[in-house]
């Protein structure tokens, strides 16, 4: 199978066995640079080889249009471009994609989030936002509800932007369904013990089964530090949450979702 089927039949294991980096500019799917100083760019982030510490191949996500997604490997900076990135010739499989962005700046009524209504009876499967480190993915009902549509927020910075988290005036106007905060893909002792020194990035994602039809919020947290003027990754967190199903008759209100998958890959 190559690279872009194995992550479609399952793309939880996908991020398990293989590191996933955030590569794009903001206009296309992610947003987070990490240059040897540290600063934040638009880009992605700049690597000089191709598999983690662990072993671990890394791959990137790039965007081909028309809702087209592909996976490539990083190769050595040697046979490479400045960017530390190869582009080879485009795969001829493809992965389906919905898309929608993380919109800077403060949120003084929803439509200051980024934001999707998805069908999940139809494809795609995937619905990528872009790259997070301290924002929240946040799934509700549409309104007027219907069995199956869902609305998917890219909610900046709720630590910032308070007014529509736990404690703020404001309200989603859908039932919510799932909500993933920085501190449940960024949990505090993950972040204690392996970002001391090193700035945490997440690749974050809704997936629909199409063998069960459930829902999930998926994540991949890494970490990463300088090694001798490169960034390097120095450990990965990959993590699931369900997404209640607003067609299940009498499914109770969940709208905090507890965490029910969590893979610590280099301990």
Not at 40 to 59: L, S, T, V
Not at 166 to 181: I, K, L, Q
Not at 215 to 229: G, K, M
Not at 239 to 247: F, L
């Amino acid at each position: 199978m190559t690279a872009n089927e194995q992550f479609c039949a399952n793309p939880i294991q996908f991020l398990i066995d293989n590191t996933l980096i955030n590569y794009q500019p903001e206009s296309h799917i992610y947003g987070k640079l990490v240059e040897p100083n540290f600063q934040k760019k638009a880009k992605g982030i700049n690597m000089n080889q191709h598999q983690d510490g662990d072993g671990k191949i890394r791959y990137d996500l790039a965007n081909i249009g028309n809702r087209k997604y592909v996976l490539r490997r990083l190769v050595p900076a040697a046979v490479s471009n400045a960017q530390g990135v190869a582009v080879p010739a485009w795969p001829a499989d493809y992965i389906e994609g919905n898309y929608f962005p993380y919109l800077p700046g403060g949120v003084a009524n929803l439509q200051d989030m980024g934001q999707i209504t998805v069908n999940t009876l139809e494809l795609p499967v995937f619905t990528f936002t872009g790259a997070m480190n301290g924002c929240a993915f946040v799934v509700t009902d549409t309104v007027p509800r219907q069995n199956n549509h869902y609305v998917c927020y890219h909610y900046q910075s709720p630590e910032s932007n308070p007014l529509y988290g736990p404690n703020g005036a404001g309200r989603f106007p859908g039932t919510m369904r799932c909500y993933v905060h920085a501190s449940d893909y960024l949990p505090a002792a993950w972040q204690r013990r392996f970002t001391h020194n090193a700035l945490p990035a997440t690749f974050i994602f809704m997936w629909r089964n199409p063998r069960t039809g459930e829902l999930r919020i998926i994540s991949e947290t890494v970490a990463v530090r300088p090694d001798n003027s490169v960034p390097n990754y120095h450990s990965k967190l990959v993590q699931s949450w369900r997404v209640q199903s607003n067609a299940e008759v009498g499914a109770a209100i969940r709208p905090y979702t507890n965490v029910n998958h969590q893979v610590h890959v280099r301990p």
